[in-house]
Protein backbone atom coordinates (compact mmCIF):
# COMPACT_ATOMS: atom_id res chain seq x y z
CA UNK A 1 0.00 0.00 0.00
CA UNK A 2 1.14 3.47 -0.93
CA UNK A 3 2.21 6.00 1.31
CA UNK A 4 0.04 9.13 0.44
CA UNK A 5 0.20 13.13 0.73
CA UNK A 6 -2.89 15.09 0.27
CA UNK A 7 -3.39 18.73 0.20
CA UNK A 8 -6.73 20.16 1.29
CA UNK A 9 -7.76 24.22 1.73
CA UNK A 10 -10.79 22.87 3.69
CA UNK A 11 -10.19 20.50 6.49
CA UNK A 12 -12.54 21.67 9.22
CA UNK A 13 -14.47 20.51 12.41
CA UNK A 14 -17.68 22.05 10.10
CA UNK A 15 -17.15 19.80 8.25
CA UNK A 16 -18.48 20.11 4.42
CA UNK A 17 -18.43 17.72 1.24
CA UNK A 18 -14.39 18.40 0.89
CA UNK A 19 -13.54 18.03 4.05
CA UNK A 20 -15.65 14.50 4.48
CA UNK A 21 -14.38 13.44 1.37
CA UNK A 22 -10.39 13.73 2.75
CA UNK A 23 -11.22 12.46 6.37
CA UNK A 24 -13.14 9.24 5.02
CA UNK A 25 -10.97 8.12 2.40
CA UNK A 26 -7.90 8.52 5.01
CA UNK A 27 -9.42 6.74 7.29
CA UNK A 28 -10.49 3.91 5.04
CA UNK A 29 -6.84 3.80 3.34
CA UNK A 30 -5.14 3.81 6.78
CA UNK A 31 -7.85 0.54 7.75
CA UNK A 32 -6.44 -1.01 4.37
CA UNK A 33 -2.44 -0.60 5.67
CA UNK A 34 -1.29 2.13 3.63
CA UNK A 35 -0.48 6.03 5.42
CA UNK A 36 -1.87 8.98 4.45
CA UNK A 37 -0.62 12.48 5.17
CA UNK A 38 -3.08 15.40 5.52
CA UNK A 39 -1.36 19.27 4.74
CA UNK A 40 -4.44 21.84 5.98
CA UNK A 41 -4.55 25.38 6.71
CA UNK A 42 -3.75 25.97 9.71
CA UNK A 43 -6.77 27.24 12.51
CA UNK A 44 -7.87 27.46 16.31
CA UNK A 45 -11.00 25.12 15.65
CA UNK A 46 -9.38 22.10 14.53
CA UNK A 47 -6.55 19.97 16.82
CA UNK A 48 -3.84 18.23 14.96
CA UNK A 49 -3.63 13.88 15.17
CA UNK A 50 -1.69 12.50 14.20
CA UNK A 51 -0.68 12.51 10.29
CA UNK A 52 -2.51 15.93 10.04
CA UNK A 53 -0.04 18.93 9.46
CA UNK A 54 -1.05 22.56 9.44
CA UNK A 55 0.24 25.38 7.79
CA UNK A 56 0.47 29.01 8.37
CA UNK A 57 -2.74 30.73 6.91
CA UNK A 58 -4.98 33.55 6.29
CA UNK A 59 -8.66 34.16 6.65
CA UNK A 60 -10.37 33.97 3.17
CA UNK A 61 -12.58 37.45 3.23
CA UNK A 62 -15.69 36.02 1.32
CA UNK A 63 -16.34 32.94 3.62
CA UNK A 64 -15.93 33.43 7.09
CA UNK A 65 -14.64 30.26 8.69
CA UNK A 66 -12.74 29.30 5.24
CA UNK A 67 -8.98 30.08 5.39
CA UNK A 68 -6.01 30.26 2.78
CA UNK A 69 -3.11 27.86 3.56
CA UNK A 70 0.64 29.11 2.12
CA UNK A 71 1.81 27.02 -0.07
CA UNK A 72 4.44 25.48 1.81
CA UNK A 73 5.55 21.72 2.73
CA UNK A 74 5.64 20.44 6.18
CA UNK A 75 9.06 18.88 6.83
CA UNK A 76 7.69 15.79 8.41
CA UNK A 77 5.78 15.22 5.18
CA UNK A 78 8.37 12.71 3.49
CA UNK A 79 9.05 9.66 1.85
CA UNK A 80 5.14 9.90 -0.04
CA UNK A 81 4.88 7.83 -2.98
CA UNK A 82 2.33 9.45 -4.23
CA UNK A 83 0.56 12.97 -3.81
CA UNK A 84 -3.06 13.76 -4.07
CA UNK A 85 -4.50 17.17 -3.68
CA UNK A 86 -8.11 18.28 -3.86
CA UNK A 87 -7.78 21.89 -4.84
CA UNK A 88 -6.02 23.26 -7.38
CA UNK A 89 -5.15 26.73 -5.46
CA UNK A 90 -2.65 27.70 -2.41
CA UNK A 91 -1.95 24.42 -1.29
CA UNK A 92 -2.43 22.72 -4.80
CA UNK A 93 0.68 23.92 -5.69
CA UNK A 94 2.58 23.13 -2.79
CA UNK A 95 1.54 19.34 -3.66
CA UNK A 96 2.33 20.46 -7.23
CA UNK A 97 5.58 21.25 -6.33
CA UNK A 98 6.01 18.40 -3.57
CA UNK A 99 5.30 15.59 -6.64
CA UNK A 100 7.78 17.09 -8.93
CA UNK A 101 10.64 17.36 -6.08
CA UNK A 102 9.88 13.55 -5.42
CA UNK A 103 9.51 12.55 -8.69
CA UNK A 104 6.04 10.43 -7.66
CA UNK A 105 2.52 10.72 -9.68
CA UNK A 106 0.09 13.60 -8.47
CA UNK A 107 -3.58 12.76 -8.70
CA UNK A 108 -6.29 15.95 -8.40
CA UNK A 109 -9.91 15.84 -6.90
CA UNK A 110 -12.04 18.25 -8.71
CA UNK A 111 -14.56 19.40 -5.87
CA UNK A 112 -15.73 22.92 -6.75
CA UNK A 113 -16.46 24.85 -10.09
CA UNK A 114 -14.33 27.59 -9.06
CA UNK A 115 -15.13 29.90 -12.31
CA UNK A 116 -18.76 29.67 -11.53
CA UNK A 117 -18.02 30.77 -8.05
CA UNK A 118 -15.43 33.05 -9.12
CA UNK A 119 -17.94 35.05 -11.34
CA UNK A 120 -20.40 35.21 -8.78
CA UNK A 121 -17.84 36.72 -6.13
CA UNK A 122 -17.36 39.18 -8.80
CA UNK A 123 -20.59 40.43 -8.78
CA UNK A 124 -21.47 39.09 -12.58
CA UNK A 125 -20.68 41.85 -15.34
CA UNK A 126 -17.81 42.60 -17.31
CA UNK A 127 -15.63 42.18 -14.89
CA UNK A 128 -17.60 38.77 -14.05
CA UNK A 129 -16.54 37.10 -17.39
CA UNK A 130 -13.29 38.07 -17.15
CA UNK A 131 -12.69 36.76 -13.68
CA UNK A 132 -14.33 33.22 -15.12
CA UNK A 133 -12.22 33.02 -18.12
CA UNK A 134 -9.05 33.95 -16.18
CA UNK A 135 -10.11 31.05 -13.82
CA UNK A 136 -10.83 28.41 -16.10
CA UNK A 137 -7.16 29.29 -17.60
CA UNK A 138 -5.49 28.28 -14.40
CA UNK A 139 -7.62 25.54 -14.14
CA UNK A 140 -6.21 24.28 -17.62
CA UNK A 141 -3.19 25.29 -16.45
CA UNK A 142 -3.51 23.49 -12.98
CA UNK A 143 -5.01 20.26 -14.08
CA UNK A 144 -2.69 19.89 -17.26
CA UNK A 145 0.03 19.10 -14.92
CA UNK A 146 -1.26 15.87 -13.02
CA UNK A 147 -1.42 12.51 -13.68
CA UNK A 148 -4.78 11.81 -12.87
CA UNK A 149 -8.11 13.76 -12.13
CA UNK A 150 -10.62 12.66 -10.34
CA UNK A 151 -14.51 14.31 -10.77
CA UNK A 152 -17.32 13.11 -8.35
CA UNK A 153 -20.36 13.49 -11.15
CA UNK A 154 -20.31 12.97 -15.09
CA UNK A 155 -21.78 16.54 -15.33
CA UNK A 156 -18.71 18.05 -13.76
CA UNK A 157 -16.23 16.01 -16.23
CA UNK A 158 -18.10 17.44 -19.04
CA UNK A 159 -17.82 20.76 -17.09
CA UNK A 160 -13.92 20.19 -17.11
CA UNK A 161 -12.96 19.10 -20.26
CA UNK A 162 -16.01 20.56 -22.29
CA UNK A 163 -16.25 24.05 -20.77
CA UNK A 164 -12.56 24.56 -18.75
CA UNK A 165 -11.00 23.21 -22.03
CA UNK A 166 -9.10 20.39 -19.60
CA UNK A 167 -6.94 18.20 -22.00
CA UNK A 168 -5.91 15.31 -19.56
CA UNK A 169 -7.42 12.13 -18.76
CA UNK A 170 -10.46 12.50 -16.26
CA UNK A 171 -12.21 9.31 -14.16
CA UNK A 172 -15.39 10.19 -12.57
CA UNK A 173 -15.31 8.57 -8.97
CA UNK A 174 -17.95 9.34 -6.80
CA UNK A 175 -16.86 9.96 -3.30
CA UNK A 176 -19.15 7.86 -1.48
CA UNK A 177 -20.69 8.34 2.04
CA UNK A 178 -19.91 6.27 5.13
CA UNK A 179 -23.02 4.40 5.75
CA UNK A 180 -22.34 3.12 8.86
CA UNK A 181 -22.66 6.92 10.15
CA UNK A 182 -25.31 7.78 7.93
CA UNK A 183 -28.18 5.37 8.59
CA UNK A 184 -32.02 5.93 9.80
CA UNK A 185 -31.95 6.87 13.51
CA UNK A 186 -34.44 7.79 15.95
CA UNK A 187 -34.59 11.49 15.55
CA UNK A 188 -37.64 12.39 18.29
CA UNK A 189 -34.43 13.37 20.92
CA UNK A 190 -33.04 15.60 18.26
CA UNK A 191 -36.70 17.24 17.78
CA UNK A 192 -37.06 17.91 21.25
CA UNK A 193 -33.66 19.39 21.50
CA UNK A 194 -34.41 21.61 18.87
CA UNK A 195 -37.82 22.68 19.31
CA UNK A 196 -38.99 21.18 15.92
CA UNK A 197 -42.12 19.88 17.04
CA UNK A 198 -44.17 16.99 15.39
CA UNK A 199 -45.12 18.62 12.18
CA UNK A 200 -43.37 18.53 8.52
CA UNK A 201 -39.95 19.38 8.14
CA UNK A 202 -38.28 20.15 5.07
CA UNK A 203 -34.82 21.38 5.26
CA UNK A 204 -31.21 21.71 3.96
CA UNK A 205 -27.56 21.81 5.68
CA UNK A 206 -24.40 23.04 4.64
CA UNK A 207 -22.74 26.46 3.76
CA UNK A 208 -25.23 28.88 3.22
CA UNK A 209 -23.57 30.78 0.14
CA UNK A 210 -25.59 33.01 -2.28
CA UNK A 211 -24.76 30.79 -5.08
CA UNK A 212 -26.79 27.81 -3.69
CA UNK A 213 -30.15 29.77 -4.37
CA UNK A 214 -30.94 28.84 -0.61
CA UNK A 215 -33.76 31.78 -1.06
CA UNK A 216 -35.68 30.13 -3.40
CA UNK A 217 -36.26 27.20 -0.46
CA UNK A 218 -37.30 30.07 1.64
CA UNK A 219 -39.65 31.33 -0.91
CA UNK A 220 -41.38 27.83 -1.85
CA UNK A 221 -41.77 26.80 1.44
CA UNK A 222 -44.24 30.40 2.16
CA UNK A 223 -46.65 27.80 -0.02
CA UNK A 224 -45.95 24.36 1.30
CA UNK A 225 -47.41 23.62 5.00
CA UNK A 226 -43.83 22.28 6.99
CA UNK A 227 -41.12 23.96 8.62
CA UNK A 228 -38.05 24.60 6.95
CA UNK A 229 -34.71 24.24 8.91
CA UNK A 230 -31.32 25.19 8.11
CA UNK A 231 -27.84 23.73 9.59
CA UNK A 232 -24.44 25.17 8.73
CA UNK A 233 -24.06 28.78 8.18
CA UNK A 234 -22.51 31.53 5.50
CA UNK A 235 -22.69 34.19 4.29
CA UNK A 236 -25.95 34.38 2.95
CA UNK A 237 -27.58 33.63 6.42
CA UNK A 238 -28.17 37.13 7.44
CA UNK A 239 -30.29 37.56 4.17
CA UNK A 240 -31.94 34.16 4.48
CA UNK A 241 -33.23 35.00 7.92
CA UNK A 242 -34.81 38.45 6.85
CA UNK A 243 -36.12 37.40 3.77
CA UNK A 244 -38.41 34.18 6.20
CA UNK A 245 -39.27 36.80 8.66
CA UNK A 246 -40.77 39.24 5.44
CA UNK A 247 -42.30 35.93 3.84
CA UNK A 248 -43.95 34.41 7.26
CA UNK A 249 -41.98 31.30 6.98
CA UNK A 250 -41.27 29.16 9.83
CA UNK A 251 -37.55 29.24 9.54
CA UNK A 252 -35.55 27.65 11.91
CA UNK A 253 -31.57 27.92 11.77
CA UNK A 254 -29.69 25.73 13.72
CA UNK A 255 -26.55 26.60 13.11
CA UNK A 256 -23.48 24.50 12.52
CA UNK A 257 -24.49 20.73 13.90
CA UNK A 258 -21.78 18.33 15.19
CA UNK A 259 -20.90 15.55 12.34
CA UNK A 260 -22.34 12.89 15.17
CA UNK A 261 -26.11 14.99 14.57
CA UNK A 262 -26.55 14.62 10.80
CA UNK A 263 -27.84 11.45 10.92
CA UNK A 264 -30.55 12.59 13.00
CA UNK A 265 -30.82 15.96 11.26
CA UNK A 266 -31.28 13.64 8.30
CA UNK A 267 -33.82 11.66 9.92
CA UNK A 268 -36.06 14.11 11.10
CA UNK A 269 -36.19 15.79 7.47
CA UNK A 270 -39.22 14.41 5.75
CA UNK A 271 -37.83 15.91 2.12
CA UNK A 272 -34.16 17.32 1.89
CA UNK A 273 -34.19 20.49 -0.57
CA UNK A 274 -31.23 21.15 -2.30
CA UNK A 275 -31.75 23.73 -4.89
CA UNK A 276 -28.09 24.50 -5.98
CA UNK A 277 -27.07 24.36 -9.64
CA UNK A 278 -23.37 24.54 -9.00
CA UNK A 279 -22.65 21.50 -6.69
CA UNK A 280 -20.33 19.12 -8.47
CA UNK A 281 -22.01 15.66 -6.53
CA UNK A 282 -23.75 17.15 -3.80
CA UNK A 283 -22.77 14.80 -1.03
CA UNK A 284 -25.24 16.29 1.18
CA UNK A 285 -27.86 14.94 -0.85
CA UNK A 286 -26.73 11.30 -0.87
CA UNK A 287 -26.39 11.79 3.09
CA UNK A 288 -30.15 11.83 3.40
CA UNK A 289 -31.15 9.34 0.89
CA UNK A 290 -29.00 6.96 3.21
CA UNK A 291 -30.66 8.07 6.34
CA UNK A 292 -34.31 7.33 4.12
CA UNK A 293 -34.90 11.00 3.46
CA UNK A 294 -35.95 11.55 -0.35
CA UNK A 295 -34.59 14.77 -1.86
CA UNK A 296 -35.92 17.74 -3.91
CA UNK A 297 -33.46 18.88 -6.10
CA UNK A 298 -32.87 21.24 -9.04
CA UNK A 299 -32.71 19.73 -12.12
CA UNK A 300 -28.80 21.11 -12.94
CA UNK A 301 -25.22 20.33 -12.74
CA UNK A 302 -24.58 17.18 -10.66
CA UNK A 303 -28.04 16.95 -9.23
CA UNK A 304 -29.38 16.21 -12.14
CA UNK A 305 -27.97 12.48 -11.86
CA UNK A 306 -27.26 12.39 -8.18
CA UNK A 307 -31.35 12.19 -7.10
CA UNK A 308 -33.29 9.23 -9.12
CA UNK A 309 -36.91 10.82 -9.98
CA UNK A 310 -39.67 8.82 -8.10
CA UNK A 311 -36.77 6.32 -6.19
CA UNK A 312 -34.68 9.38 -4.24
CA UNK A 313 -36.50 12.00 -4.54
CA UNK A 314 -38.03 14.77 -7.21
CA UNK A 315 -36.07 17.72 -9.39
CA UNK A 316 -37.57 20.92 -10.42
CA UNK A 317 -36.73 23.27 -13.19
CA UNK A 318 -33.75 25.82 -11.03
CA UNK A 319 -34.94 29.15 -10.20
CA UNK A 320 -39.06 28.19 -10.88
CA UNK A 321 -40.02 28.99 -6.97
CA UNK A 322 -43.82 27.59 -7.73
CA UNK A 323 -42.33 24.28 -9.42
CA UNK A 324 -40.19 24.03 -5.91
CA UNK A 325 -43.02 24.45 -4.12
CA UNK A 326 -45.27 21.82 -6.01
CA UNK A 327 -42.72 19.33 -5.80
CA UNK A 328 -42.19 19.48 -1.83
CA UNK A 329 -45.53 18.93 -1.61
CA UNK A 330 -45.31 16.03 -4.11
CA UNK A 331 -42.70 14.74 -1.90
CA UNK A 332 -44.16 15.16 1.24
CA UNK A 333 -47.14 13.19 -0.16
CA UNK A 334 -45.07 10.58 -1.14
CA UNK A 335 -42.76 10.59 1.65
CA UNK A 336 -43.24 6.65 2.99
CA UNK A 337 -42.84 5.10 -0.51
CA UNK A 338 -40.00 7.66 -1.55
CA UNK A 339 -38.32 6.55 1.84
CA UNK A 340 -38.63 3.02 1.31
CA UNK A 341 -36.96 3.24 -1.75
CA UNK A 342 -33.90 5.17 -0.63
CA UNK A 343 -33.13 2.93 2.24
CA UNK A 344 -33.23 -0.17 -0.94
CA UNK A 345 -30.63 2.32 -2.82
CA UNK A 346 -28.26 3.73 -0.32
CA UNK A 347 -25.94 0.28 -0.37
CA UNK A 348 -24.54 2.08 -3.81
CA UNK A 349 -23.71 5.10 -2.39
CA UNK A 350 -21.08 3.33 0.36
CA UNK A 351 -17.38 4.87 0.67
CA UNK A 352 -16.03 1.69 0.42
CA UNK A 353 -16.57 1.33 -3.14
CA UNK A 354 -14.95 4.82 -3.38
CA UNK A 355 -11.88 4.14 -1.69
CA UNK A 356 -11.30 0.55 -3.67
CA UNK A 357 -11.79 2.73 -7.22
CA UNK A 358 -9.39 5.05 -5.73
CA UNK A 359 -6.62 2.46 -4.91
CA UNK A 360 -7.43 1.33 -8.75
CA UNK A 361 -6.63 4.59 -10.11
CA UNK A 362 -3.47 4.80 -7.66
CA UNK A 363 -2.25 0.95 -8.16
CA UNK A 364 -2.17 2.14 -12.25
CA UNK A 365 0.16 5.23 -11.36
Not at 301 to 309: F, P, W
Request: overall charge negative.
Amino acid sequence: MRSVAAFTDTYLPTVNGVTYTVQTWRDRWERRGGRMDVVYPETDDHTPRVGEYPVRSLPFPFYPGFRLGVPSIPRRVRDVELVHTHTPFALGLAGLRLAARADVPLVATYHTPTSEYASYLAAGGRLGGGVERLSEAYERWFFDRVDAILVPSEATRRHLTESVGVESEVTVLPNGVDLDRFRPVDAAAFRERYGLGSGPLVGYTGRHGYEKRLRDAVDAAANVDATLVFGGDGPARDDLEARADDRGVDARFLGFLDRDELPAFYSALDAFVFPSPVETQGLVALEAVACGTPVVAADEGALASTVVDGATGYHFPTGDVDALAATITRTLDERESLGERCLELRGEYGVERAVDRLQAVYDRL
